[in-house]
């Protein structure tokens, strides 16, 4: 880092709901303010959580590759900087029939990723054209790599 130069606090959330196929259903990406990336999943799995029930989903299936977050989700127990999202997360988990959270590795979530960092270029919400080829061979490339199931 430059002396002076001032740390960015800019985060990106990238969140890909697809079917119990692996097909896309939807995808969005925006840019937030946030001071660790930490909080930043957080805030990414608690919009995700939004956009599923506002789609009727009934089962859903969270897949990140922070394995601490999953940790704290399922035992109840946050860190102070993340527990008011924790706790939002716990409150939008029993709005569905099953909702659970599982670790996978960041090569199979490229695509959350990469809509992530492009969210860093905008300054609103961005629904994702599910035709777009980009964002196919992302899907392609996850599929390929994580062969389990996805959201339902």
């Given at each position: 880092m430059l002396l002076?130069?001032?740390?960015?606090?800019?985060?990106?959330?990238?969140?890909?709901?697809r079917d119990h196929l692996g097909m896309i259903r939807s995808a969005f990406s925006a840019g937030f303010v946030c001071n660790s990336?930490?909080?930043?999943?957080?805030?990414a799995i608690r919009a995700g959580l939004r956009h599923a029930a506002k789609q009727n989903f009934s089962h859903v299936l969270v897949e990140?590759?922070?394995s601490s977050l999953i940790t704290q989700i399922n035992s109840e127990c946050f860190d102070l900087d993340v527990s008011c999202?924790?706790?939002n997360i716990l409150q939008l988990q029993k709005s569905f029939?099953?909702?659970?959270?599982?670790?996978?590795?960041?090569?199979?979530?490229?695509?959350?990723?990469s809509l992530a960092r492009s969210a860093l270029s905008v300054e609103s919400p961005n629904?994702?054209?599910?035709?777009s080829q980009w964002l196919q061979n992302l899907c392609l490339k996850d599929v390929t790599a994580c062969n389990g199931s996805f959201f339902q």
């Open positions: 002076g130069q001032k740390i960015s606090k800019k985060g990106g959330l990238g969140v890909v709901i990336s930490f909080f930043a999943e957080a805030i990140l590759d922070c999202i924790g706790f029939v099953s909702c659970s959270f599982s670790f996978i590795p960041r090569s199979s979530n490229s695509m959350a990723n629904d994702c054209p599910l035709s």
